[in-house]
């Protein structure tokens, strides 16, 4: 017996085949593989919910201190590296580069002199001489640095380079006891500094960096032989055009 197709079950198929095809030929924003895309403005983090990040890796080299070392990029909105191919992008929000990787700079492609420029980042940072829970006001944003390698070495310390995240003692006897354990340590000041940031996507946060040293997070296990730089800081992310800081 011969069968026969029957016309009317073929007309359904090859009008939704046309149909999706027109519709995919018509996109106006095709994506290209090739092309890096920026995440969504606000990120995979959600806002006003305290991030904790531990040990994100710098590269040292301590028989050639002075070396410089590639600059690194973390993205606080999606909490992870970011690769330095992407620099011109959005997808990160604090570079650490200079000294150990221990200066911190933002985002921002309008400043020739960022790790950004060229790119779409509006980003910023400054440093306020309080702890973490009493940053509350978001400042304004004339005040935000937009260079890099802006805030690192306090004045407190060795070869401070203005208010700091850390003081360095190079000798010991700053904070330590002078033993060789306790020579060249960086001590984060948590206590007293509060990082602030405007996001690439001119978001903000404010950063408590906690320490450079590998699963050490208190004072007393930060020494000469602690394995570094393992960056260590808690954040918390609030939307553009907000003017206060709060934990939800």
């Known amino acids: ?3 026969t197709i029957r016309p009317l079950l073929i007309l359904p198929v090859l ?3 046309l149909i999706t095809s027109c519709a995919k030929s018509s996109d106006p924003n095709p994506v290209d593989p090739g092309k890096p895309v920026d995440p969504p403005v606000s990120g995979s983090v959600p806002f ?14 301590d028989a050639n201190p002075t070396a410089p070392q590639p600059t690194i990029y973390f ?7 970011t690769a330095a191919n992407l620099a011109q992008t959005t997808r990160w929000d604090v570079a650490f580069s200079g000294l150990y990787n221990s200066f911190m700079s933002g985002n921002n492609g309008k400043d020739a002199n960022n790790f950004g420029n060229g790119g779409a980042g509006a980003g910023g940072i400054l440093i306020l001489d309080k702890p ?3 940053v509350t006001e978001i400042p304004a944003d004339a005040q935000f640095r937009t260079g ?4 690192g070495t306090d ?10 995240w850390y003081q360095y003692d190079f000798a010991g ?3 330590g006891d002078g033993s060789y354990e306790k020579q060249h340590v960086a001590y984060a000041l948590p206590e007293k500094r509060t990082l602030v940031v405007r996001t690439g996507n001119g978001n903000y946060a404010k950063i408590k960096m906690i320490s450079c040293y590998k699963d050490a997070f208190t004072v007393d296990k930060w020494l000469r032989s602690t394995p570094h730089m393992f960056f260590t800081f808690e954040y918390v992310l609030v939307p553009k055009g907000s003017t206060k800081f709060e934990i939800k």
């Open 15 to 17: 009008a939704l085949f």
């Open 48 to 61: 006003y919910k305290l991030q904790r990040v531990e040990n994100f890796a710098a590269p040292t080299d």
């Open 75 to 81: 993205s606080l909105e999606n909490k992870q590296a």
């Open 155 to 164: 004045d407190s310390g060795d070869f401070g380079e203005g208010m700091g």
């Open 132 to 134: 973490f829970d009493q």
């Open 173 to 175: 006897t700053k904070r």
């Open 1 to 3: 017996m011969k069968h």
């Open 148 to 151: 890099k390698s802006l805030i």
